[in-house]
């Protein structure tokens, strides 16, 4: 525990002038979407949020890319399929997403 970094290091002085270490647990941060790093909305970051629905959403790509990015992989992935864009045309971020979709 004390030699991985999920714990916080912190150094502190005794009031008798000793020095320790402190570990607390680090705070969780607020998911971000994978292609744009825009903040994830409508996800809980407690660590006891109760239900599903608090922790990530139902939709597809759900709590791992935002509504916009999904609604363009979606859109990307059709087009793909039918012939009328090439995969060449298509950000890096998005190949993987997309593949997904096409795979599917």
Known sequence: ????R????LDRVTPTGRHVVHYTRRK???PHCSIC????SGISIK????GKSLKTNSRIFGG??????ASEVVKYASRIEHGEMKMSDVSVK??????QMVSH
């Open 94 to 99: 998005q190949r993987a997403y997309i593949l």
């Open 1 to 4: 525990m004390q030699r991985s």
């Open 6 to 9: 999920s714990m916080r290091r």
């Open 37 to 40: 790093e825009k903040e994830l």
């Open 28 to 30: 969780n941060s607020m």
């Open 47 to 50: 660590k006891n949020a109760k």
């Open 64 to 69: 791992v890319l935002c509504g916009t990015c």
